[in-house]
């Protein structure tokens, strides 16, 4: 440093002769140094130019929202229209096929036979005979036609549903309750204008059946419902 101040800075080139000033180049870091230094810069400017900046603390991430066009939506519409026509149509053919069991139970018995009247679909009705009562029952002479018997009875269904009406067996028993004379009556022939109507609920059936007289070997009829 005394040297360079001595001559006010002005050196001789070893190599090329020329003389210049050493104080414009003058640095207190070694060259190495300011080549490592500069490399490290630019590496460190780099990697900013690649890394996002860092998020802030508050800062929310947004979440992209999927976008459903026209046609994409009347699609979706339409697929959930045909899946439930589909499954009505399914419901109703189990519902059919199955038509047979639920008559038979007095919750959809009703509903089942109003239902197939609709559709001209048939069904076998729910009975239960034992349901069916006989209110009354009186014996007496045809008053116009001599050897027959006119028996008036009352019936009444008694269950939680309409059923068929039944077929009435009467019979006439001797001493010895030995049947001597029997005869079964179908709906028609003790109903006037029977048109396959089920027996209501509740509500009495007044019968007239007649009957040819077995004689005086009868001792006392009985009925039952088949």
Known sequence: MKELTAAQGL???GECDNIFDAMKSLSQTLPEERRFAKLGAVAAADVADILPPPLKSTQAVP?????????QKISTVWLWVILG???LLLLL???????????QHPLTATFTQQTCDLIGCSVTQARDIAKINLLSRNIYSHPNTPNVLTISASIQNDAAFPQPYPLIEVSFLDQNNKV?????????EYLPNFSGQLMPTGTPDELLLNITDPGEIAVRFQFHFI
């Open 93 to 103: 053919q189990v519902l059919y096929s199955s038509r047979h069991w639920l008559a």
């Open 63 to 71: 979440r992209p929202r999927r976008q459903w066009s026209w046609p």
């Open 11 to 13: 050196l001789r080139c």
């Open 85 to 87: 026509i589909l499954a």
């Open 180 to 188: 001597i004379a029997l005869r079964r009556f179908p709906p028609e």
